[in-house]
T-cell receptor, first 113, second 114 residues
Framework: GAGVSQSPSNKVTEKGKDVELRCDPISGHTALYWYRQSLGQGLEFLIYFQGNSAPDKSGLPSDRFSAERTGGSVSTLTIQRTQQEDSAVYLC???????????FGPGTRLTVL | DQQVKQNSPSLSVQEGRISILNCDYTNSMFDYFLWYKKYPAEGPTFLISISSIKDKNEDGRFTVFLNKSAKHLSLHIVPSQPGDSAVYFCAVIYSGAGSYQLTFGKGTKLSVIP
């Protein structure tokens, strides 16, 4: 079946602009995660959605970052007023529940000039 | 302050030999541990996991060992194959009341030499 998909695969933007990154999880998966991998860094947890519960936003690095998940499926990560330090690969993953296996998408490479 | 440390950024192993990847963590409250493998230009793929109530989990060529007293996690790959060459991330999960946190190490690049 179809895995996790993300779009766009690459995004180049100018400093100060807003960007939206999209994630389509595996159908039926209740949990959805956003991560960021910056050059030379490990994977950084950003935000976690479980079903219709309020998301765990504890990993969001600043208030410029927000995410929503419509209808318990597709999720959008929005970065407002992008900064150069936001340049990274943004990865989305989904899982059946809680600590089940997480399946990752291919990521979106964001470059802020 | 890093909660999860992979102190070896890289490791080279001869094909057929054992690869041992190490990971240290700081919080004894972590209750689930995972290893991921990542190839260039791809997202990470889940490899193997272990819960805090166990000290060993084996899946084919891959075995994960957990030493809770030392707060140490290791992944053994036997025998190593060239296709195992990738970056390996350990990750820990804390699922306390009202929160769920997954923390990754910075990865170890494994190169298996034919």
């Amino acid at each position: 079946g179809a895995g996790v998909s993300q779009s766009p695969s690459n995004k180049v933007t100018e400093k100060g602009k807003d960007v939206e990154l999209r994630c389509d999880p595996i159908s039926g998966h209740t949990a959805l995660y956003w991560y960021r991998q910056s050059l030379g860094q490990g994977l950084e947890f950003l935000i976690y959605f479980q079903g219709n519960s309020a998301p765990d936003k504890s990993g969001l690095p600043s208030d410029r970052f927000s995410a929503e998940r419509t209808g318990g499926s597709v999720s959008t990560l929005t970065i407002q007023r992008t900064q150069q330090e936001d340049s990274a690969v943004y990865l989305c993953a989904s899982s059946g529940f809680g600590t089940d296996t997480q399946y990752f998408g291919p990521g979106t490479r964001l470059t802020v000039l | 302050d890093q909660q999860v440390k992979q102190n070896s950024p890289s490791l080279s192993v001869q094909e057929g030999r054992i690869s041992i990847l190490n990971c240290d963590y700081t919080n004894s409250m972590f209750d689930y541990f995972l290893w991921y493998k990542k190839y260039p230009a791809e997202g990470p793929t889940f490899l193997i996991s272990i819960s805090s109530i166990k000290d060993k989990n084996e899946d084919g060529r891959f075995t994960v060992f957990l030493n809770k007293s030392a707060k140490h996690l290791s992944l053994h790959i036997v025998p190593s194959q060239p296709g195992d060459s990738a970056v390996y991330f350990c990750a820990v999960i804390y699922s306390g009341a009202g929160s769920y946190q997954l923390t990754f190490g910075k990865g170890t690049k494994l190169s298996v030499i034919p």
